[in-house]
Nanobody, 122 residues
Framework: QVQLVESGGALVQAGGSLRLSCAAS????????MGWFRQGPGKEREFVGA????????YYADLVKGRFTISRDNAKNTVYLQMNSLKPEDTAVYYC???????????????WGQGTQVTVSS
């Protein structure tokens, strides 16, 4: 098993940047592909992006492509979500998740963090 803890959420103005972190403990994080998801008020949880085990391949949702970047440091068992050019519609609780492949569906991820709040003011 692996435990995931997100951090870095904050209140930021539109156009600003944030970097979220997802620290893994337990089984080595490099065993898993890692995904980022978000859930806005009154919305379903949606895919943001994912990264494979080695960090050599990423995939992003169209809504964030070109603005968000996922990276990982397997030596630190940590995955990052760099968010630039933030918009009010990016406001959500952001979750990281561990799974076996770079996929969009929430059901393909086995472990989830508790989430971190990102609020973007206009």
């Amino acid at each position: 098993q692996v435990q995931l803890v997100e951090s870095g959420g904050a209140l930021v103005q539109a156009g600003g940047s944030l970097r979220l972190s997802c620290a893994a403990s337990g089984r080595t994080a490099s065993t898993y592909a890692m995904g980022w998801f978000r859930q806005g008020p009154g919305k379903e949880r949606e895919f943001v992006g994912a990264i494979n085990r080695s960090g050599g391949r990423t995939y992003y949702a169209d809504l964030v492509k070109g603005r968000f970047t996922i990276s990982r440091d397997n030596a630190k068992n940590t995955v990052y979500l760099q968010m630039n050019s933030l918009k009010p519609e990016d406001t959500a609780v952001y979750y990281c998740a561990a799974g076996t492949d770079v996929v969009v569906s929430t059901t393909r991820y086995d472990y989830w963090g508790q989430g971190t709040q990102v609020t973007v003011s206009s």
